[in-house]
């Protein structure tokens, strides 16, 4: 270690309640400017460790061994009082999931601006003006007011950039990255990736960048270390790990992504059935007209794919056909039949019938509920099933979505992320639905992971006949299992034709900047983008 080092971790130990090891003696060294990946399975222990740099270790784990040096002090040695003074200030740390990161009883520039006042560093005006040149370089709406604004006004992209300018409040030595771009889609990704890499070499900020997406993180840095089952896998230059990963695992997380180019959804699990119409929808967020004239249909065995940037309508659209939101005008036909507007309206045959995937499962399940209750709640509702058999189907879908069956007395807390995702995939599944609803379903996995949970819904799908409304920022997953897909812009539809014909050949500008803004595979990438844009700006 030199005296560029600002993070040292060492020998570090993570061990649960119940004795199980979370991280087994792992070690690490950050430099000032330096971006080190953290990739890995689900599970791996990558957000524990992520938490654990700031001397933090979520509800029922506790650090049982190993020391963390920030700046050449030994934050696990200091009492409550110390490391409350490092946090935020020093070292900040941005969330996988910012809608449970928020307090939704504040504004976003009261939470913004909390940490520097706090730590004594600006003047709340002061704090204010960073926040909105913050605002602005993570190109939010209306920079100069967009603070005034309260979580739940904002779409989940827009909530990221807002927690990314929140960590960068106090200018720390080191960010803490847990997935910052899940929640974007693919064009705002590469803003956020650029202002992620502008502002650590402006700041010489040093970084920990926690995520499941190899192509993202061969962006931004400079090494990755492999994690599994809390582990040291392997560690090495970015380049090296992507071209010459020397462990077996670390080369089929590298050559799953690399497969998925080459394949394609099957038109033989399509079924001349129309299950879902939805018919010229228009639709308000108060006077904001969200949804503007939005006319899909999906045949059974069928996956409809909804792309577009964050805050286009996607999601809405989601809470129109599931009676979250009613629509001003328009109509919604479900298996011939008009749909009731509202939830409240609806039979309890035809809430079943209809499940929805949410995109971010902490805000989705209950947090005091154990799983068993969380996924056999629907065997229990919708069908009138005895403790029993709830218990069996309860065990069945835990196979199903790949969870140890021993996981069943666990709560959400417990959970990584994807596992919480899988959950929330088995509770639909188990009102056995005619059409699933999948808000970023894969958004939280990593690839391996997603593999199997692709390979499951394109299994179901095969022999249960569902039909699938996939809403989705990962274009890759399109290619995948969507026979058509759809281009939203704005509240409408600018394209939509089978899969294969808008990205072979897209014709809206759009739909071209979506798919050139997919991150590929080699560290020079996102130089070259940027390369592009200064050939293409015009000179002074």
Known sequence: MDDSTILNITGLRLVSVAGNIIVDNVNLHLKRGEVLGLIGESGAGKS????????????????????VVLGGVNI????????????????????????AAFNPAHSLMDQVCEAPVLHKLMTRPEAEAWARELFTALDLPDPQNFGSRYPHQVSGGQLQRAMAAMAMSCRPDVLVLDEPTTALDVTTQIEVLILLKSLIRRFHTAALYITHDLAVVAQVADRIKVLRHGKEVEEGLTQQILHAARQDYTAR???????????RASAATVQPEKVLSVQDCHAYYGDFHVV?????????????????ESGSGKSTLARIITGLLPPRSGQIVFQDKALPPTLQER???LKRTIQLVYQIPDVAINPRQTLREIIGR?????????????????????????LPQDYLERRPGQL????????????????????????EPTSALDPLVAEEILT???????????????????????????????????????AFDATDKIFENPEHPYTQKLITAVPEMRVDWLDEVLAKRQQAAPSL
């Not at 524990?48 to 020391?67: D, F, K, N, P, W």
């Not at 249909?297 to 409809?304: F, L």
């Not at 399109?478 to 759809?486: E, F, K, M």
């Open 292 to 308: 503007r004239g939005v006319s899909l249909d999906v045949q059974r065995g069928e996956t409809v794919a909804v792309v577009g």
């Open 347 to 349: 039979s309890k045959e």
């Open 48 to 67: 524990t460790i992520g938490l654990s740099s700031m001397s933090y270790a979520r509800a029922g784990v506790h650090i049982a061994g190993g020391e």
């Open 456 to 494: 499951l819904l394109r299994k179901l799908q095969r022999e249960l006949g569902l039909s699938y409304i996939l809403i989705t920022h990962d274009l890759d997953v399109v290619h995948r299992i969507a026979h058509r897909t759809a281009v939203m812009l704005q509240g409408e539809f600018v």
């Open 76 to 99: 696990r040695a200091l009492d409550a009082e110390g490391r409350r003074e490092v946090r935020g200030k020093r070292i900040a740390y941005i969330a996988q999931s910012a809608a």
């Open 378 to 402: 629907p065997v229990e509702f919708y069908f009138g099933a005895a403790r029993a058999e709830v218990n069996a189907r309860a065990l069945e879908l835990m196979t199903l979505v790949e």
């Open 253 to 263: 997380l590298v050559a799953v992504r690399g497969a998925a180019a080459s394949e």
């Open 416 to 439: 990584s992320g994807g596992q919480k995702q899988r959950v929330c995939i088995a509770r639909a599944l188990a009102a056995k639905p005619d059409l699933i609803i999948l808000d």
